[in-house]
């Protein structure tokens, strides 16, 4: 894998970043067509997209050291490296801080990050929030699947060991594939396993990756059909809720009540707002019929 691309002085730019890149980019540039479509302003694609990345990077963060406690008070000083290289031009400083604080970021509260920076933005404009959803739905899908290839090639979010053809080993992941890092997320490594083996794993990355990106071709396909307003977002809810439920299943992450992980908590509630959304507005629609 290629965790780091290049180096400029002591900032090192990753793989994973640059796919985030990548994906708010693509996602900005396809929405402004969608938007334009459907008659809306373009600037209001770009302004959407902007809070999203900002809402959905503390979002991310917020959530990642909620699970992970153990290391917050390690981020927290590294943004006050951050801080302090920024008011000293310190440069070295500040990529230290950067690399601190910068690790770690978990897609569902990224989501939850930039759902709610978007929704005040949606209501300081006056729009829609059920059409303004229904019109970004599909891209969030597009953007998480391309966010996958990030954590791919940073060797990061991987699954429990694998025997199957296609499983792949991260030797210099974060962390690394090893029976030890493996070990430390609650999974029992056979005895005969030595700790400082790399072991093979789910590619778990690409498993969600496909799964998001059929999953954006569906909701487009939707787009173009008649349907009620909300039904679109509702169907992202319940699908990527979904995927993410069953893929947890083989992915390493810590594991509460019931032996489900936190993500899998998450993934169940926006399966049951989605059915509950779906059940009511398909009865609101069979009354106002008849």
């Given at each position: 894998m290629y965790p780091e691309l290049f180096s400029?002085?002591?900032?090192?730019?990753?793989?994973?970043?640059?796919?985030?890149?990548i994906?708010?980019?693509?996602?900005?540039?396809?929405?402004?067509?969608?938007?334009l479509n459907h008659g809306y302003k373009t600037e209001y694609a770009d302004d959407m997209i902007f809070r999203a990345a900002v809402g959905g990077i503390l979002g991310a963060k917020i959530y990642f050291l909620i699970e992970n406690y153990d290391i917050a008070i390690e981020n927290i000083g590294g943004l006050w490296k951050i801080f302090y290289g920024i008011l000293t031009?310190?440069?070295?400083?500040?990529?230290?801080?950067?690399?601190?604080?910068g690790s770690g970021l978990v897609f569902l509260g990224g989501f939850i990050g930039g759902l709610i920076?978007?929704?005040?933005?949606?209501?300081?404009?006056?729009l829609s929030w059920l059409i303004m959803a229904d019109l970004i739905a599909p891209y969030i899908a597009l953007g998480h699947g391309i966010g996958r290839i990030g954590c791919l090639l940073v060797g990061d979010d991987y699954?429990?060991?694998?025997?199957?053809?296609?499983?792949?080993?991260?030797?210099?992941?974060?962390?690394?594939?090893?029976?030890?890092?493996?070990?430390?997320?609650?999974?029992?490594i056979p005895q005969d396993v030595s700790f400082t083996q790399v072991l093979t794993v789910h590619p778990t990355q690409i498993y969600e990756m496909i799964l998001y990106f059929l999953i954006f071709y569906f909701l487009k396909f939707l787009l173009k059909k008649n349907h009620f307003n909300g039904e679109?977002?509702?169907?992202?809810?319940?699908?990527?809720?979904?995927?993410?439920?069953?893929?947890?299943?083989?992915?390493?992450?810590p594991r509460y009540y019931f032996d489900l992980s936190g993500a899998q908590y998450i993934s169940l509630l926006m399966m049951i707002i989605a059915i509950i959304?779906?059940?009511?507005?398909?009865?609101?629609?069979i009354h106002a019929s008849d």
């Open positions: 400029i002085g002591p900032i090192t730019i990753s793989s994973f970043g640059v796919m985030i890149v994906a708010f980019l693509s996602v900005n540039f396809l929405l402004r067509k969608e938007f031009l310190n440069s070295s400083l500040i990529a230290s801080g950067i690399q601190l604080f920076f978007v929704t005040y933005y949606i209501k300081k404009k006056s699954g429990i060991p694998t025997s199957l053809p296609w499983g792949i080993s991260f030797p210099n992941g974060s962390p690394p594939s090893t029976a030890y890092n493996i070990s430390q997320t609650g999974y029992i679109i977002f509702i169907n992202y809810l319940f699908l990527a809720g979904i995927a993410r439920f069953m893929v947890e299943f083989i992915r390493l992450n959304y779906h059940y009511f507005s398909r009865k609101t629609q």
